[in-house]
């Protein structure tokens, strides 16, 4: 069905208030997941609501919990997230991160003990509109393990997501996101759901040979490729290990594997750098716009219209837009509001 972005939002609050999160956090986190939803990134977004919730039934989600500072110098911190939203707790971390690079000229923060951070492009983009650079990265804090190594069979690593916000003078912040697989797991997901194959070189059988079945990656019968296939998956591999180190071993969370048995957890590390620290901002900007004008211009290759930068297109909401919505998952939001406190 279709409906307007602002009574969607309206409606996952009402929800999230029914099951105990104070009114203006509900508010917050229905922000972030239609956002998110309306923004493309459908695994990201309003369907995990219902996830969170059982979170919050099962006790291992606290809806008041508060951050708090671990230990802290002018440039860095270690925050914990007292086991609430992710995504409450990594908003007030890029805020925390941004800060710090504006008086110091650099800030990094890891955050731990917080549950599903969703989308990684909106802190970036938070930090970016602050007028730092802004790295995010996040692993499963210690589980998730669907991702193969690089000549690997077993699943031993998650996706180890990666998102950068860069600030632009006369422009949004350029912002990209992306898992260091050949596809993320929610695109896996959502072919699941569909009933339809995922494309060629982005999973492998548990003999490791290539699948295209997303069904056996959610029975424990198959493994995602990391970002660079069965020929070039060193590549990701290696920035896999990369976000292990920043989020999982600075925050002390866990490396993918110390911790298989935890569910819907998040690690995180954050990094702001502020441009001026650095170089002169008048030739950074005059520099990157006209990198980013050259790339514009490139010669599109057979078969694509124009050469896109990373980020560029995703649709950002207005007041009035509407979304299409699946009926099954509106529905689904229409009974939580109806039996508050329930999501079985």
């Known amino acids: 069905m279709e409906i307007e972005f602002s009574q969607l939002a309206k409606a996952i609050g009402t929800v999230f208030e029914h099951h105990g999160v104070p009114s203006a956090a509900a508010a ?17 977004g309003i369907g995990r609501v219902r996830s969170y919730l059982i979170a919050i039934q099962a006790g291992v989600l606290h809806p008041d919990a508060k951050l708090t500072v671990v ?38 923060v890891a955050l731990r003990n917080c549950g599903d951070v969703a989308r990684l492009a909106s802190y970036a983009e938070r930090i970016a509109n602050q007028g730092t650079i802004g790295i995010v990265a996040a692993n499963d804090a210690g589980a998730g393990l669907v991702v193969a190594p690089h000549g690997g069979t077993r699943a031993l690593l998650t996706t180890d997501p990666i998102a950068a916000g860069i600030p632009r003078r006369n422009a949004p912040p350029l912002v990209f996101d992306l898992a260091t697989t050949q ?15 995922v494309q060629e070189d982005t999973l492998i059988d548990a003999n490791g040979l290539p699948t295209r079945d997303p069904e056996a990656l959610f029975t424990g019968l198959a493994a995602l490729l990391p970002l660079g296939g069965m020929t070039f998956g060193f590549k990701g591999t ?19 594997g110390d911790f298989p048995d935890r ?27 006209g990198l980013l004008e050259r790339i514009r ?14 980020g560029e ?16 998952l509106w529905h689904e939001l229409e009974g939580l509001m109806d039996k508050p406190g329930s999501c079985i």
Do not use: W
């Not at 922000?31 to 695994?43: R, V």
């Not at 707790?89 to 000229?105: N, P, S, W």
């Not at 290696?238 to 993918?256: I, Q, R, Y």
């Not at 010669?299 to 990373?310: D, E, F, I, K, S």
């Open 71 to 108: 230990r802290e110098t002018p440039s860095t911190a270690l925050l914990d997230g007292g086991g609430g939203f992710g995504i409450l707790m990594a908003l007030q971390a890029a805020g925390h991160v941004a800060d710090k690079a504006r008086k110091t000229g650099l800030g990094a």
């Open 183 to 197: 596809i993320a797991l929610g695109a896996a997901r959502a072919a699941s759901r569909r009933g339809e194959p």
């Open 28 to 44: 917050n986190l229905a922000q972030e997941l239609t956002d998110a939803t309306f923004a493309g990134y459908e695994s990201h």
């Open 297 to 310: 211009q490139c010669p599109p290759r057979p078969g694509t219209a124009a050469v896109r930068l990373p």
């Open 263 to 289: 569910n819907g957890r998040n690690a995180v590390f954050m990094l702001a750098l502020r441009p001026e620290a650095f170089t002169d901002p008048d030739v950074f900007h005059a520099g990157l716009e």
């Open 238 to 256: 290696a920035l896999a290990l990369l976000v292990e180190t920043l989020a999982g071993g600075l925050s002390g969370d866990g490396f993918s």
């Open 313 to 328: 297109g995703r649709p950002q909401a207005r007041p009035g837009d509407r979304i299409e919505i699946p009926d099954g």
